[in-house]
């Protein structure tokens, strides 16, 4: 039986996670896979950490040098993260012909067609599964089972904190403050949650899974991006009534206009698959000329779950002699025939406050109006406060776009008459 030996650069929870699949599994891929996968060599500069998951004492690696110099390491999996080591990890394993397989999305995203460039150079291959959605198998989706398909849309719930807190704020009212806390404390939100909350996270995998499923380079520079710091529970409470749930979306578009890559907090009806995705859970709708829709399912985080999608990418390496490289030209910027869209369409939910009295609500949708936004709903809502001069109003709109939304609020907002509070777009 072919003998296969990997080693594990970082044996966090990730990282961890793929220590113990891989020895608790190992008879199970022999019989299943017909290869035997050896954990040979961990490095991890918390000894004590590694020894107490059970790495064997002999294992255990004091440099990145040993570990690529090891001739019975083939396989190098990096659970690390960040831009820092990793990336000079990766380099130096794939410079001494070891296939790789990571965790890392941030470092995919930034330098995946710099490390591509050298895994290509050294005949080895670069497999990070696990950087998109955890245990949710998208790339493998998107690179092997959907290839038919010239692929129209995607629409993705792809960070769990995110979810966890509006979640939490739909359920219970809560504001973004408090939801945010308790995520903290169960351990979801980092102590800084810029990463999650301000949508870093979600667009890193937006631009590989844009990237790979639209077939050019999406880059990180490319993504709009919007965070939920502003969302507030009287929207989602006003969306629910109308009928929407909110989601911070990663929404990837092929358009006759060219691309769309954006990540910002979103109504979908509450009938659309995506609303009832709930919790640390992550989805991905999928779109394609051929296959209609898809949607994949799971848990995008966690040491097991994440440990299932590098794993998987293992027994890829391990049992296939072809290498599988990007299906599109991957370079550091976007190639220069891609055109990107940034004014574009959208349906809005608009919450406004206004004065009360005739001809208000008139002068209003006139300023819409004036901007080619076609209402399709109006609710003017009773006063949040008995001391409040103004009462809140919510629109939703038909197809607009970015310009003149932004344009028709200005005007609003200078008119006297009313205020803009906020403004959600729309995917019906
Ligand atoms: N922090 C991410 C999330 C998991 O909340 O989904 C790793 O990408």
């Known amino acids: 039986m072919k003998r296969v030996g990997v080693a594990i650069l970082g044996v966090g ?176 939100a980092e102590f800084n949650p810029t990463a999650d909350v301000d949508g870093f996270d979600a667009s890193y995998k937006l631009s590989i899974l844009s990237s790979m499923a639209f077939h050019t380079k999406v880059p990180f520079a490319k993504i709009m991006r919007e965070g939920i710091r502003e969302v507030k529970a009287t929207d989602i409470a006003y969306g629910k009534e109308l009928g929407y749930t909110l989601k911070l979306l990663a929404i990837g578009k092929n358009t006759e206009k060219g691309i769309e890559a954006r990540v910002h907090p979103t109504f979908i009806p509450s009938t659309h698959p995506l609303a009832s995705v709930n919790d640390s859970y992550n989805a991905v709708f999928l779109t394609g000329d051929a296959v209609e829709d898809i949607m994949l399912y799971g848990r995008g985080a966690g040491s097991l779950p994440t440990a299932s999608a590098v794993v998987s990418d293992v027994i890829f390496a391990a049992t296939h002699s072809e290498i599988k490289y990007s299906t599109f030209k991957n370079t550091a910027t976007a190639s220069p025939e891609t055109k990107f869209v940034a004014n574009f369409e959208s349906a809005y939910y608009v919450r406004l406050s206004v004065e009360d009295r005739a001809g208000v609500l008139a002068k209003i949708m006139g300023i819409f109006g004036k901007y080619g936004i076609s209402i399709v709903e109006v609710a003017q809502k009773g006063k949040e406060n008995e001391t409040d001069d103004r009462v809140p109003l919510i629109v939703i709109t038909h197809k607009s776009n970015e310009n003149a939304m932004k344009n028709a609020a200005a005007k609003i907002n200078a008119s006297g008459i009313g205020a803009v509070e906020s403004i959600v777009r729309v995917e019906k």
């Open 13 to 188: 929870v990730v990282g961890g996670g793929t220590f113990k699949t891989l020895v608790d599994h190992r008879e199970f891929y022999q019989k299943t896979q017909n290869v035997d996968i050896v954990v040979e060599s961990v490095l991890d500069n918390n000894r004590e950490r590694a020894l107490s998951i059970g790495v064997p004492e002999e294992a255990l690696a004091s440099s990145i040098a040993e570990v690529v110099a090891n001739p019975n390491v083939d396989i190098v999996v990096e659970t690390i993260g960040g831009c820092g080591v990793a990336k000079d990890f990766i380099l130096a394993a794939l410079r001494q012909g070891k296939t790789v397989v990571t965790a890392n999305k941030e470092l995919i995203c930034k330098f995946s067609h710099e490390l591509e460039r050298e895994a290509k150079r050294n005949s080895c291959g670069l497999y990070y599964e696990a950087s998109c959605v955890g245990g949710v198998p998208i790339i493998r989706t998107l690179l092997d089972g959907v290839q038919a398909n010239h692929i129209t849309s995607m629409m993705g719930i792809i960070n769990g904190t995110t979810n966890y807190i509006l979640t939490q704020m739909a359920q219970s009212g809560a504001q973004y403050e408090d939801a945010l806390k308790e995520a903290q404390r169960l351990g979801y």
